[in-house]
């Protein structure tokens, strides 16, 4: 991948193909909105442009969006998704998830970030063979901070690191979480970075719906039967019940919301409307929305079909993305302006 890219550079500037004559192609752009493990579909998608011609000159990513944007500005698709899709269980998962019960966040973090660097190693966004960026927040004051320097899985961890859940990454003299708390989408920065046709994918679209207010709500009649508490050794001894078993629980459902699935469902909502405040005011040129709302924030084991989701949603806006590829192609110098219909 990283020859493929190396190689349309060589073309011309913007990977046009320079000859007499020749139509400059515009500059792309790749927005990847955040979504944890249904960014996987991400990888569909990016999969899909490329088998259709359709290379980012420019790829910005929040999150989970970041880390497919950089895997493939780094030549590293092929790793990502051959490690995606061999997390067949959650037990595959959890030796992934190194938890802390005293620090700023309930998962450090070391792992995941070891699991990059294996594949991406030193690399930095300034080396990489197009414009890549990855959008963190910045803890205390609230800043949106675009990471176009430095190494790219420390960009990648900034970005990802869902507060509460993963511990603040230290960059500079800035502690960065998760950048979906203010850009879930990006687009904004992908066209500050260059791009003139925006190519977003929004992974939260099929959620929520769009959600209303319920304005007389009480609480149910009492049931007949109480429901059966947990047992008094439970409550006794709590120290002798595996960690394992209390992540999957915090992580992977349970009859009751825990401490986890209540801030990821918060930040759920939190993203949701911020993601359609920021695309109402700066919407993409083109916007791909895989359905994969039913997917849950852990279901990183379901890989396969949150990619082929994303192949899907890409395929469907195909002809879409390559109307508004040709319509806003810029001239060839001295050629006359196009005629609007």
Known sequence: MLDILKGRRANGSNGEKVGLGSIRRPVI?????????????????????????????????????????????????????????????VRNILGYLDIRLNGSGLIGGEKLATRLQESIG?????DLPVKFAAVATEV????????TRGRVVDAMRASYALPGIFSPVLIGDRWLVDGALVNPVPVSAARALGAEIVIAANLSSDIFTYSTTVYS???????????????????????????????????????????SS????????????????????????????????????????????????????????????????????????????????
């Open 29 to 89: 752009g790749l927005a990847l909105g955040g979504g944890a493990a249904r960014g996987f579909a991400h990888i569909g998608i990016v999969r899909t442009l490329l088998a259709n011609g359709i290379a980012p000159d420019v790829v910005v990513g929040t999150s989970i969006g970041a880390v497919v944007g950089g895997a493939y500005a780094a030549g590293q698709l092929d790793t990502l998704e051959d490690w995606g899709r061999s997390l067949q269980g």
């Open 122 to 126: 030193q690399t930095l966004i300034e």
């Open 140 to 147: 205390r004051t609230g800043h949106e901070i675009w990471l």
């Open 217 to 259: 709500h009480g609480a149910a009649p009492e049931p007949a039967v109480a429901v059966a508490e947990e047992t008094t050794a439970k409550r006794r001894f709590p120290r002798f019940f595996s960690a394992e078993k209390t992540v999957k629980r915090e992580f992977f459902g349970g009859s009751r919301p825990g401490l």
């Open 262 to 341: 209540v801030m990821v469902d918060a930040f759920n909502i939190m993203q949701d409307r911020i993601t359609r405040a920021r695309l109402a005011g700066d919407p993409p040129d083109m916007l791909i929305t895989p359905r994969v709302g039913q997917f849950g924030w852990f279901d990183f084991h379901r890989a396969d079909d949150l990619i082929a989701l994303g192949t899907r949603a890409a395929e469907r806006a195909l002809d879409s993305i390559q109307e508004a590829i040709h319509v806003l192609a810029p001239p060839p110098e001295g050629a006359a302006p196009k005629a609007t219909e």
